[in-house]
């Protein structure tokens, strides 16, 4: 596609269940990135892929945040058990491989958790 | 110590005036230099990068980089009430991006 794609673009659910966010990166970019942004606030980094692996995983606020991505291209952030303080904006970027490459957003998933 | 440091602001500056936008790095060992635009409830857009040590002009925006004091500017010339955003100024190392809380700017008419 022309640019990086998000779905859901809003999801409301309850405490304690489990949400699934997709991210399609632009074709050709091997980097791909999670962040969280809560109202008002900067980006929170969560995961990095590099290709289908994630060499930096320090992000993930805890166990119940998981990622992967498959054939290096569609990458899939699955949030176990929500909790309210997981509300926020999901966005995800992808890049070509490399230092000068900068990154180019989705337009995020909006997460609401009651 | 915060990586990628930047003033929050509000900064408010008049229609037609240079709003300027700084932007400090901790990692030497830092590449590459970007700017994004972030719009109320959208996602930030790149705007500007920068990889060598001094100006770089696209339009109405410079981005001004110096290496040795680890610093990043943004200039915007002619300010426009359509600038009204939050930048957020980011910085490439070999391993990973970035980026600093972002600085809110408005342009008043």
């Known amino acids: 596609g022309a640019g990086v794609s998000q779905s859901p673009s809003n999801k409301v659910t309850e405490k304690g269940k489990d949400v699934e966010l997709r991210c399609d990166p632009i074709s050709g970019h091997t980097a791909l990135y999670w962040y969280r942004q809560s109202l008002g606030q900067g980006l929170e980094f969560l995961i990095y892929?590099?290709?289908?692996?994630?060499?930096?995983k320090s992000g993930l606020p805890s166990d119940r945040f998981s990622a992967e991505r498959t054939g290096g291209s569609v990458s899939t952030l699955t949030i176990q058990r929500t909790q309210q303080e997981d509300s926020a904006v999901y966005l995800c970027a992808s890049s070509l491989v490399g230092t000068q490459g900068g990154q180019f957003f989705g337009p995020g998933t909006r997460l609401t958790v009651l | 110590q915060k990586e990628v440091e930047q003033n929050s602001g509000p900064l408010s500056v008049p229609e037609g005036a240079i709003a300027s936008l700084n932007c400090t790095y901790s990692d030497r060992g830092s590449q590459s230099f970007f700017w994004y635009r972030q719009y109320s409830g959208k996602s930030p857009e790149l705007i500007m990068f920068?990889?060598?040590?001094g100006d770089k002009e696209d339009g109405r925006f410079t981005a001004q980089l110096n290496k040795a004091s680890q610093y990043v500017s943004l200039l915007i010339r002619d300010s426009q009430p359509s600038d009204s955003a939050t930048y957020l100024c980011?910085?490439?190392?070999?391993?990973?991006?970035?980026f600093g809380a972002g600085t809110r700017l408005t342009v008043k008419p």
């Open positions: 920068i990889y060598s040590n």
């Open positions: 892929f590099q290709g289908n692996s994630a060499p930096d």
């Open positions: 980011a910085v490439r190392t070999l391993d990973d991006m970035r």
